[in-house]
């Protein structure tokens, strides 16, 4: 079983609709959770992180994570074609002095005008 | 512009040849991080510096090399490669390992190894 599990995709979408990017984790005992987004060819950048059981919200953003089920997702509200890019869902391992991070493979999302 | 500055932006080596790849972060960081992204695989993390320390070490074949000679620099030397290695390698820093905290990560440098 992959620690950090995602659906590969392309998820595509219309414009204006609602994009659900999910991911799960197998350790229990993670305690961070983040989404970065790559653009084709570009390094990834963090767009949200939670730690808490719950939903964050960002803008149109909103990150929902559930420990018990071990499910982290992230909402993207009105889509616009420039949200087209991977989301690469990451995990915090261990309670170490640096940020030691496990990615998913990410999924592709495709907003189409 | 991210802070962290990654060279070369490509980089093609034969099997036999010795090469290194750079990284410069300009965010007074205190860790460095080096990762691979190869096609249909997650990002793996292969070597981190805290404080000028190496304090991870991923099961990374020998034929990679880091050296970290100040908090501001990293380097990955290559030697003997293999064409599995051809990949995006990612450099990133951050401040100091906050549970909340963000990676911030170059370019990357894609490497072809023929």
């Known amino acids: 079983q992959k620690e950090v599990e995602q659906n590969s995709g392309p998820l595509s979408v219309p414009e204006g609709a609602i994009a659900s990017l999910n991911c799960t984790y197998s350790d229990r005992g993670s305690q961070s959770f983040f989404w970065y987004r790559q653009y084709s060819g570009k390094s990834p950048e963090l767009i949200m992180f939670i730690y808490s059981n719950g939903d964050k919200e960002d803008g149109r953003f909103t990150a929902q994570l559930n420990k018990a089920s071990q499910y982290v997702s992230l909402l993207i509200r009105d889509s616009q074609p420039s949200d087209s890019a991977t989301y690469l869902c990451?995990?915090?391992?261990?309670?170490?002095?640096?940020?030691?991070?496990?990615f998913g493979t990410g999924t592709r999302l495709l907003v189409s005008p | 512009e991210t802070g962290v500055t990654q060279t070369p932006r490509h980089l093609v080596m034969g099997m036999t040849n010795k090469k290194s790849l750079k990284c410069e972060q300009h965010l007074g960081h205190n860790a460095m991080y080096w990762y691979k992204q190869s096609a249909k695989k997650p990002l793996e993390l292969m070597f981190v510096?805290?404080?000028?320390?190496?304090?991870e070490n991923n099961s990374v074949p020998s034929r990679f090399s880091p050296e970290c000679p100040n908090s501001s620099h990293l380097f990955l030397h290559l030697h003997t490669l293999q064409p599995e290695d051809s990949a995006l390698y990612l450099c990133?820093?951050?401040?100091?390992?906050?549970?909340?905290?963000?990676?911030?990560f170059g370019s990357g440098t894609q490497l072809s190894v023929l």
């Open positions: 990133a820093s951050s401040q100091d390992g906050h549970f909340n905290e963000k990676l911030f």
């Open positions: 990451a995990v915090r391992r261990g309670n170490t002095g640096f940020q030691k991070l496990v």
């Open positions: 510096y805290s404080l000028e320390e190496r304090v």
